[in-house]
């Protein structure tokens, strides 16, 4: 110590050796010239401190002048001087360090780390390894031996360390504080909106509803009430016959949207279905079996390139209305000029169904068709007329479950149909 | 002064709907305003129509009654081809959008494009008519050179 010296009663350091001046035994073992010239070159100090006088019987150097006092203040300062240097919260641990030494064990040691000042004021960290020097009889300890060494530069680095850890540690704190603050918002966020999109969807059903329950009835009637005056035709002016037609025209197409309204409505209807796993091959099979009649005698077999154990996993309603679209178009706009020719292709990538079905009809650009051609009632042909519904619709039901469609091909060439089936397993319930 | 507006050579309906064609045809007999009613069903009618007029030097019609959705070449697809033709600006055609469509995003969009005068509601009424035509004949007025 440079060791405070706690006195029996307590707390304070007491009849520390403060000069490079060593006494009794330990001060005449470590006097011999080698052993002198070590510990003078050591950094730091080295003493022996006497548990019974609680003083240094030796030190290699005075810690007072190491810390800027002049020997005048040392010697003011006696045996209390490191009373006067050791920073006054650290004495209670030294005086519980002292105690710890007298009780330990054969050749152990043991460190303790202090802040003394400086005669500028300027704060120091030294820290002590102490061991026992020599024992009574009994045991006891008599003196233990220790060197202390300044670690100012690596306490004040890990003070700092500490510092930011804990500054850290706030913002971390705070951060979180601000993400759970953040998250309830958004979760408070999403349930108005969810409730808000809860009550479009049933705005959107109820007006739905509308449309194909309650407008059916005045339109049905239109429709008969045209009918009717169309056989009274003859007794009209040729200018009011005509118009009646109209009339009648107009009617039949406003049902026909209708009808159109109602099955997009059935649509969303059908997206609760369960979905099951269903061979693709004899889903295939049956849609161009349904068609074979309407086929026309100069068409060709239907190529069907789908593997046995191909399988999707849908909803078996929805996987007949989609091929059924997809037949019904191929038919409906075939080439007249030659033999319909259609062919399934199925591939099974990464548990992906793939099936292309191509058709040497009248041919889609896929560019320039893409949004007539899945758009409600739109239509990429003006020829023959139709009701721009089936292909909306079966991309809404493979879409709804995770899987699409797309078109590609040539005016007046061919036309692809691409339609990707969701993974197994991956078909989403609901749209 | 409706009396005195002189009619036009042509009109060129563009529309798929029959029953619209048939109406606005009738319209236009009944005015007196036009000398000859084209009729095409969809884009690329109307704009072969156009083209042959072109190509065999033929004056263009003055009025295009144009719909916006139709099967095959709507009306939007046949502006973009129509722009590409590069007629002259003297030519003094009148190109009028004619729909039922609520969406700003089509009325915008019509406004937009230079080629078109106007945008008004489906079917076509008498009044308007008279209009277009009165504005078109002033027209041709200020561009003739003074006597």
């Known amino acids: 110590m440079t060791h405070p010296v706690p006195t029996p009663d307590t707390t304070m350091p007491e009849g520390i050796s403060a000069g490079p001046s060593g006494s009794g035994d330990a001060g005449d073992v470590l006097r011999t010239p080698t052993v002198d010239r070590v510990v003078s070159l050591m950094p730091g100090f080295v003493y022996v ?54 009780q330990l064990d054969g050749d152990d040691s043991i460190s303790f780390e202090y802040r003394v000042f400086r005669k500028d004021g300027r704060q120091r960290w030294l820290r002590s390894v102490d061991a026992v020097f020599d024992r009574a009889p009994d045991g006891s300890v008599l003196r233990h031996i220790g060197c202390a060494s300044d670690v100012t530069i690596e306490k004040e680095a890990e003070l700092r360390l500490e510092q930011m850890n804990a500054e850290l540690e706030a913002k971390v704190s705070e951060r979180t504080r601000d993400l759970a603050k953040l998250n309830g918002e958004l979760e408070s966020r999403i349930a108005e909106r969810t409730y808000e999109l809860q009550d479009a969807v049933d705005e959107l059903e109820q007006l739905t509803y509308i449309a194909t329950h309650d407008l059916k009835v005045p339109v049905n009637n239109l429709c008969r009430l045209g009918l009717m005056l169309g056989d009274n035709a003859h007794l009209l002016a040729p200018d009011q016959a005509e118009q009646v037609g109209w009339i009648n025209d107009c009617a039949t197409q406003l049902s026909a949207k209708i009808q159109g309204l109602v099955l997009v409505a059935q649509i969303r209807l059908s997206s609760v279905l369960p979905s099951e796993l269903l ?23 239907v190529t069907i390139k789908v593997a046995d154990d191909i399988f999707v996993d849908f909803a078996r309603f929805e996987l007949d209305s989609i091929l059924s679209a997809i037949m019904d178009n191929a038919i409906k706009y075939a080439d007249p000029s030659r033999a319909l020719e259609v062919t399934f292709r199925a591939d099974l990538l990464e548990g992906k169904v793939t099936l292309l079905v191509e058709d040497n009809g009248t041919g889609l650009d896929g560019e320039r068709d893409r949004d007539k051609v899945f758009g409600l009632f739109q239509r990429a042909h003006k020829e023959p007329a139709g009701s721009g519904i089936s292909l909306y619709c079966a991309r809404r039901m493979l879409l709804r479950r995770g899987g699409d469609i797309s078109v590609e091909g040539h005016r007046g060439k061919h036309a692809v149909f691409n339609l990707q089936f969701p993974k197994r397993g991956e078909t989403s319930g609901d749209g | 002064m409706g009396d005195m507006i002189k009619p036009v050579n042509r009109i060129l309906l563009v529309d798929d709907d029959a029953v619209t064609n048939m109406m606005h045809s009738r319209v236009i007999e009944r005015s007196g305003r036009a000398k000859r ?77 230079p080629n078109v005068h106007s945008f008004c509601d489906k079917p076509l009424r008498v009044e308007k008519l008279l209009e277009l035509v009165e504005e078109f004949q002033i027209r041709m007025q200020m561009k003739r050179p003074a006597a």
């Open chain 1, 49 to 102: 401190f006497n548990h019974t006088t609680y003083s240094n019987d030796y030190t290699n150097r005075s810690v007072g002048e190491q810390l800027g006092y002049s020997s005048e203040e040392i010697r003011d300062f006696g045996a209390q001087m490191m009373m006067h240097i050791v920073h006054p919260d650290d004495h209670p641990k030294m005086s519980e360090h002292l105690a710890r030494i007298a």
């Open chain 1, 279 to 301: 061979n693709l091959r004899g889903a295939v099979m049956d849609a161009v079996g349904r068609f074979e009649a309407t086929m026309g005698q100069g068409a060709r077999p």
């Open chain 2, 37 to 113: 009613i084209d009729v095409a069903t969809d884009g690329q009618e109307a704009l072969d129509i156009i083209r042959a007029d072109l190509l065999a030097g033929s004056p263009l019609p003055e009025l295009i009654f144009l719909d916006i959705n139709m099967p095959g070449m709507g009306g939007f697809e046949f502006l973009e081809h129509y722009a590409n033709l590069q007629i002259n600006p003297d030519a003094q055609l009148i190109i009028v959008m004619l729909s039922t469509s609520l969406l700003e995003a089509d009325h915008a969009r019509a406004e937009a494009d």
